[in-house]
C-alpha cells in the first residue's frame, strides 16, 4: 500500500531536500539470493556482478534479432506523431530525437525483447523475484553531435523522483550498433554500487521535461565523483551489436558525447524486483509520468 504524502517514513537515501553531501555505505543486498540462487548465471558470474555492479555480454541478440530492432528504430524515429509525443526527448540544441521511452508498449519487436529470458532470467536470478518493466527507452547518439550523459546513480532519481525504496533493480543495456571507445559508449565505476550519493537540492516541478535532456539537480559533486574512480577506477563498456551489460541500479555512471562519425544506438531496459514497488516519491512533490517510471507492477 502506498503511504500517504504526510505520513513520516524512515528513508535510508536520504537525498534532494537540501541534504547534506556525503557518501554513505549501501544499506541492501546486491545480490537478493542466496549464494546466487539458481538460474542461467552461474557462480562466476553472480559474484562478478556482487562486486563490480555489473556484468558485460559479448553476445546476447543475434544479428538478425539486431537487424530487425534497428529497421524499427528507423520506423519510430520517422514517426511524425511519435515525434510530437511527450515519450521522445529531444536534444536542447539539434533538436534530434535523444531518447523514446516506453518503448516497449509503443512497439512489438521491443515487446518481445522485453521479455526476451535471456534478459529476464538474470534479473530474476539475482533480484531473488519476478519482475516488473519500470522503465524502456531507446537512446540515441548520432554521429557528430550526440550528447553526453552526466555521471549519475539511476537509484538516486527513481528513489527521490519515483519513489522506489531499495536499490533492487537492474538496468540491461543492448547495443543496437556497435559501442566503441570513442562514439560515446557507457562508462562505469566498478564497485560504486556499493556507495550512496546523497545529491542536495529540491527537485524542481516537472523536473523530468529538463532533466531527461540534461541532468543538473541529482548529479554528484565533483568530490564524490573523484573519490569513486579513485577507489574504483572507471571501465568503458564497448561491443559489437547484439552485446549487453547488465548494471546495478545504483551505480554511477554515465557517457561522453559522440563526435565521431559513427552513431550509438542502445535499447535499456529497467526491471525492478515485485516486492520494491514504487510509493511516493522521497525527494519530490509529486511522481514523475508513468511513461518514465510505470506504476504497473504486473510480473513480465
Known sequence: ?????????????????????????????????????????GAAS????????????DTLVEPDVVADLRNELDRLRADAALAADER??????????????????????FAALVA????????????????YVHQSRVNFKPGFNGREFYWHSDFETWHAEDGMPTPRAISVSVALTENLDSNGSLMIMPGSHRWFVSCPGQTPPDHYRSSLKQQEIGTPDDASLTWLADQHGIRQITGP???????????????SSNITPYPRSNVFIVYNSVENTLVEPFGAAVPRP??????????V
Open 241 to 255: 551489436a547484439g552485446s549487453a551489460v547488465f548494471f546495478d541500479s545504483n551505480c554511477m555512471h554515465g557517457s
Open 116 to 131: 526476451d529470458p535471456r534478459l529476464v532470467g538474470p534479473v530474476r536470478q539475482l533480484l531473488g523475484s519476478e519482475v
Open 46 to 57: 553472480v559474484e562478478k556482478f556482487d562486486a563490480d555492479g555489473f556484468l558485460a555480454i
Open 88 to 109: 521522445s526527448i529531444c536534444e536542447r540544441d539539434s533538436g534530434q530525437i535523444r531518447s523514446i521511452f516506453e518503448v516497449h508498449r509503443i512497439s512489438p519487436a
Open 290 to 299: 508513468t511513461f518514465i517510471a510505470s506504476r504497473v507492477f504486473d510480473p
Open 1 to 41: 500500500m502506498t503511504p500517504p504524502l504526510t505520513e513520516t517514513r524512515t528513508d535510508p537515501y536520504p537525498t534532494r531536500n537540501d541534504v547534506t553531501i556525503g557518501i554513505e555505505p549501501r544499506r541492501d543486498p546486491v545480490v537478493w539470493t542466496p549464494e546466487g540462487g539458481s538460474g542461467p548465471l
